[in-house]
């Protein structure tokens, strides 16, 4: 079986390039085909590596690089005169070099084994990643790295590396858009508008936490900004921004989940956590000193409500009328930031959103779409008070809201 496969509607290039290409392993062979043939070869062989010879028509090279991409091969772009558009373009579809019909017989032949040697390291890590996904190290569905291991893979990194010019943004959906596929966007938006070395995590929900070097505080804006350009405005977005300077990950987590908070509370997409000079009181957090001596309390309180009552009780509620409403999708999550339960069909989408604001309080706001009334409304509760009975029934008038909005 071949290794290596050109593919080119040129005989002449057969010719030519076979004494060109100089082989320096006994395993390795070569095939060659036409642009008519080259998906069914590819598909069957799955070889190494595809030189592909460019048509007269790129539009058609650059269809073939989308298909080959999808076996996992190395592509090397053999091109008749160089064009740095079309060069670029077939980068963006994803080839690994490219040379000229004019090259040398020896960066022809470097230029191949180069290649055939990345694509042997790419199915190493290929097996990685398997095994890492399959153990719950990294996300499935997202690529990022897990929640039940970020901690320790960013707080290594941090070890490992000089961060103290970096970064850490924690973002999430604000949850008041009106598209069905929030996560997904979100996964897309992050990977479209990180660099390749900054490490990112899922935190639970569609909150992600993105950890930058060398960029600090405008470096982490500007990747929001990428992000909330890619989401075009489907849905917004909340970012809270910590500088790593000296911090270990946790206490730069905290600093930005803080950070988080408030621009969930406010008008703004983006709050960076700072201090006033020397001051020990920070920016975002304007409260009296010895309440925010009791942060650690309030927290820990708010915890376990988040653990006894909330969760329990969306997830009670959703399996109590997932099959009671027809053509009604309900969704929920919960997490430390907000908790959101929110019901769609083809009529109406609603949405309930907790928010616990840091200390004593938790902000509950309910929205159903296009409705200007009453029932659109917010409601502050004091997390003392927060049980599993004023929860339910607060659902319970909210499902019930829902139901007159679709009969």
């Known amino acids: 079986m071949s290794n290596i496969l050109l593919v080119t509607n040129n005989k002449k290039t057969v010719d030519t390039f076979a004494g060109k290409l100089i082989l320096l392993r006994n395993t390795d062979r070569v095939a060659y085909c036409d642009y008519a043939d080259a998906p069914d070869i590819v598909f069957a062989n799955n070889p190494d590596l595809v030189i592909l010879h460019e048509n007269p028509d790129f539009n058609k090279t650059l269809n073939l690089i989308k298909y080959i991409k999808t076996r996992n091969c190395s592509i090397l772009l053999l091109i008749d005169n160089y064009n740095r558009n079309n060069v670029l373009n077939a980068y963006d579809e994803g080839i690994d070099d490219y040379f000229l019909t004019t090259s040398d017989p020896s960066e022809i032949s470097i230029r191949t084994i180069n290649c055939i040697r990345n694509n042997n390291r790419k199915g190493k890590t290929e097996e990685y990643l398997k095994y890492m996904k399959k153990y719950g190290i990294i996300s499935e569905l997202s690529g990022f790295y897990g929640k039940k291991y970020a901690v320790e893979v960013f707080e290594d990194s941090l070890l490992s590396k000089d961060y103290s010019k970096g970064a850490l943004i924690v973002i999430t959906a604000d949850e008041d858009g009106k598209t069905n596929d929030i996560q997904q966007k979100m996964i897309n938006a992050i990977k479209h508008s990180i660099r390749f070395n900054d490490l990112t995590a899922n935190c639970g929900g569609t909150k992600y936490a993105i950890l930058t070097d060398n ?71 304007d409260v009296p000193s010895e309440t925010t001596n009791n942060y650690k309390l309030f927290q ?19 399996k109590n009328y997932e099959n009671e409403l027809e053509n009604t999708k309900i969704e929920q999550y919960t997490d430390e930031i907000q908790s959101v339960f929110r019901m769609t069909n083809p009529k109406q989408t609603s949405l309930l959103k907790l928010i616990y604001t840091g200390f004593t309080k938790v902000k509950i706001n309910i929205n159903h779409a296009g409705l200007d009334s009453p029932e659109n409304r917010e409601i502050i509760i004091s997390v003392k008070s927060l049980n599993a009975q004023m929860l339910t029934d607060i659902l319970e008038s909210f499902i019930q809201e829902f139901k007159t909005t679709i009969e």
Request: hydrophobic share 40%; glycine share 6%; with cysteine.
């Open 215 to 285: 960029s600090g505080a405008q470096g982490a804006v500007a990747v929001v900004e990428k992000i909330r350009g890619y989401i075009n405005g489907e849905f917004s977005v909340k970012a809270g921004i910590c500088e790593i300077k000296n911090y270990t990950y946790q206490l730069a987590e905290k600093k930005a989940m803080c950070a988080l908070s408030d621009a969930m509370l406010s008008n703004d997409e983006i709050v960076i956590y700072a201090k006033k000079g020397n001051e020990t009181t920070d920016d975002w957090l």
């Open 300 to 318: 820990h309180t708010f915890r376990r409500k988040l653990e006894k009552v909330i969760t329990p009780v969306f997830y009670r509620m959703q």
